[in-house]
């Protein structure tokens, strides 16, 4: 698929490594505002770029078709005139030169260049971590080996009560396997959802045979080549057939760090997604950029980053005038329940959760809040099968309203109404 070389002496236009989401919008935004410019994109994995949101849905769960996955058939590359490096990754960086060299051996030139290298899943630190049968989901072929292991009957052990731990779990369910979920804290998803509405969570799961070990972590795992048995730091001995790992991801920070790139939680960027070496950008969940409306640098490991910081960092590298300033937003999709997130609580905020809605119903609305004036201020909100409701949310969130809290909980007022 790659075409002729592109010697140091040959300069490209544009180099964008990263074979994600990121990677992807980005030629499109380069594409809106430079025609012709040169593009090459680099990518580590042996295939076009793809999206990851259904590896842990429809594809693993046999909804979606593998080939769905990918942004754009490979015949558009050609149509935007972009050469695509695939399975050949950057391994260094001289930002100085403006060099990226490849595995293969190969130099790169480029006159801008997009880190676009997202995030790889977090090891399991345990003894037989190793063994054969001890899974993890970030790329296509995991989802497709995790989807053949969730035979029906399987009985699966997740570690980890995160994003991905819960999406796995609902899909091993689904599949009619016996499901175990591993997690040292005493809810899922406590740092980002907090006691209740974690509560929530482990009890949609319970009520689909999920069990839930709390406080608990791995101590080891067991077997002679394959895992047979997980086993916790209380010395439970959890049999399996499959462990899934789901412990958290750490962003692709190499290539930067390697050519003195201001790297801190990320690749640090500007609002305008300009990393500290002069004709680099950064997007996606690699990226620590700048937020306006939030007033401080934001990670973000969700699609909808990838998405738009793509397009972004296209733009300002085509010389768009750019700021990049959205909301931070995701969303999940578990069993029959569909829920939308919007906003930023930083850590050691204080926010106190507001609800809308009774949670039992599966139809509610939570909202992170702190006190402020006579009322309380939303750092963010989440729905729950309550849709057309998070434009809403991102709204109070950009504007910093200070809201009633006893309005704000109230269903019957509607949300842009909540200071009228
Ligand atoms: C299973 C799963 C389910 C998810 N579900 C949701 C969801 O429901 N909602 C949501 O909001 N978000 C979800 N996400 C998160 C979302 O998919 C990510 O935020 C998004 O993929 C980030 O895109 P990215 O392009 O920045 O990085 P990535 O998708 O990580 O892509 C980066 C690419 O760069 C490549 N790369 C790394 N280093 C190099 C190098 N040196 N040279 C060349 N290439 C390199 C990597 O191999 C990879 O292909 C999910 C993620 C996963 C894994």
């Known amino acids: 698929m790659s075409s002729a070389a592109n010697s140091a002496t040959d300069r490209s236009a544009y180099v964008i490594v990263g074979g994600g989401l990121t990677a992807a919008r980005a030629v499109e935004g380069i ?3 430079d025609a012709k410019g040169s593009i090459v994109v680099v990518t580590e994995e042996d295939r076009l770029p793809y999206e990851r949101p ?6 693993l769960k046999g909804d979606d078709e593998v080939d769905s996955v990918f942004t754009h058939p490979e015949a558009w590359y050609a149509d935007q005139d972009v050469e695509l490096r695939l399975g050949d990754p950057a391994t260094s ?5 403006h060099v990226v060299t490849l595995r293969s051996g190969e130099s790169l030139s480029y006159e801008k260049l997009l880190l676009a290298t997202g995030s790889s899943a977090r090891a399991l630190d345990a003894p037989g971590a190793d063994l054969d049968g001890v899974l993890y989901l970030r790329e296509l072929q995991e989802s497709m080996a995790l989807k053949e292991a969730f035979a029906d009957g399987a009985r699966v052990v997740i570690v980890g009560a995160g ?3 819960l999406e796995v779990a609902a899909a091993a369910a689904d599949a009619g396997c016996s499901v175990t979920v ?4 005493a809810a899922p998803l406590l740092g980002v959802m907090g006691e209740q509405v974690g509560g929530w969570f482990a009890d949609l799961h319970r009520s689909h045979g999920v069990t839930f070990r709390f406080g608990e972590g791995v101590s080891r795992i067991e077997g002679t080549e394959r895992a047979d048995a997980v086993v916790t730091t209380t010395g439970e001995r959890l049999p399996t057939d499959v462990v899934v790992v789901g412990v958290g991801i750490t962003p692709n920070t190499g290539l930067a760090q390697g050519a003195g790139l201001e790297v801190d939680n990320g690749i640090v960027t500007d609002a305008r997604l300009r990393t500290s070496a002069d004709g680099v950008w950064a997007a996606g969940d690699v990226a620590n950029w700048e937020s306006t409306t939030l007033g401080t640098h934001v990670r973000v490991e969700h699609w909808a980053n990838a998405n738009d910081g793509g397009l972004a960092a296209g733009r300002s590298m085509a010389g768009a005038d750019v700021t990049y300033d959205p909301v931070p937003f995701f969303f999940s999709d578990q069993y029959d329940v569909g829920l939308e997130y919007a906003g930023h609580v930083p850590r050691g905020s204080g926010a106190e959760v507001v609800l809308r809605g009774e949670p039992s119903s599966n139809e509610f609305m939570a909202f992170w809040v702190v006190p402020e004036g006579d009322g309380v201020r939303v750092l963010a909100g989440m729905h729950v099968n309550v849709w057309d409701t998070i434009d809403a949310v991102q709204q109070l969130v950009r504007d910093r309203t200070v809201v009633g809290r006893d309005r704000l909980a109230d269903p019957a007022v509607a949300l842009d109404q909540l200071t009228s």
């Open 54 to 59: 259904p590896l842990s849905k429809g594809v």
């Open 182 to 185: 591993v997690e040292p804290q």
């Open 93 to 97: 960086l001289d930002a100085d030169e």
């Open 31 to 33: 594409r809106e505002h």
């Open 163 to 165: 994003w991905i731990g």
